[in-house]
T-cell receptor, first 114, second 116 residues
Framework: DQQVKQNSPSLSVQEGRISILNCDYTNSMFDYFLWYKKYPAEGPTFLISISSIKDKNEDGRFTVFLNKSAKHLSLHIVPSQPGDSAVYFC?????????????FGKGTHLIIQP | NAGVTQTPKFRILKIGQSMTLQCTQDMNHNYMYWYRQDPGMGLKLIYYSVGAGITDKGEVPNGYNVSRSTTEDFPLRLELAAPSQTSVYFCASINGLTGAGVGELFFGEGSRLTVL
């Protein structure tokens, strides 16, 4: 059973428009959420994160929103640029403070159309 | 600024063969991880280590072994390779604080393994 779900395998957006990537989770013990970006033949790279005590975190063109009651988070990219075309993974950390890494979603392939 | 380095980047194995995927990091991170990513799937944790001499199983450890003799190196060994181990393997590290959990992991570029 997936604890972190990204239900859209792919998303196509026009350059300059807003890209919205969604992520749902089921584990109430998650206290920290991250988005990673992955280009082909490269490893994932950290993009932005949010603590469960916040509902929004912004970094330049990237904003992550967290709705704890709905167990939902989203990544907004405004404006979308061609270099944003990549696979985006949502990840979550358990609040138990253990070292056993992050739980990842399956990823959403974002395609920015010129 | 090498970060996390994985070798080899590509490898084809025959069923039953064994091999070791190498991972080394130069950031003096204490926590290290091995994940695998199957097509269309997220990353699944194979093994992790919180320091030299300490390793622990993740979600999918069967068919793999690890060791951590130094802070820098965390090799992943596949014994008796099977087609189900065809995947892309990622090593990651972080300077973890005991009790605080992990945050932003630093990943290597990946090792693509095919077992035929």
């Amino acid at each position: 059973d997936q604890q972190v779900k990204q239900n859209s395998p792919s998303l196509s957006v026009q350059e300059g428009r807003i890209s919205i990537l969604n992520c749902d989770y089921t584990n109430s013990m998650f206290d920290y959420f991250l988005w990673y970006k992955k280009y082909p033949a490269e490893g994932p790279t950290f993009l932005i994160s949010i603590s469960s005590i916040k509902d929004k975190n912004e970094d330049g063109r990237f904003t992550v929103f967290l709705n704890k009651s709905a167990k939902h988070l989203s990544l907004h990219i405004v404006p979308s640029q061609p270099g944003d075309s990549a696979v985006y993974f949502c990840a979550a950390r358990d609040s138990g403070g253990g070292a056993d890494g992050l739980t990842f979603g399956k990823g959403t392939h974002l395609i920015i159309q010129p | 600024n090498a970060g996390v380095t994985q070798t080899p980047k590509f490898r084809i194995l025959k069923i039953g063969q064994s091999m070791t995927l190498q991972c080394t990091q130069d950031m003096n991170h204490n926590y290290m991880y091995w994940y695998r990513q199957d097509p269309g799937m997220g990353l699944k944790l194979i093994y992790y280590s919180v320091g030299a001499g300490i390793t622990d199983k993740g979600e999918v450890p069967n068919g793999y072994n690890v060791s951590r003799s130094t802070t820098e190196d965390f090799p992943l060994r596949l014994e008796l390779a099977a087609p189900s181990q065809t995947s892309v393997y990622f090593c990651a590290s972080i300077n973890g604080l005991t009790g605080a959990g992990v945050g932003e992991l630093f990943f290597g570029e990946g090792s693509r393994l095919t077992v035929l």
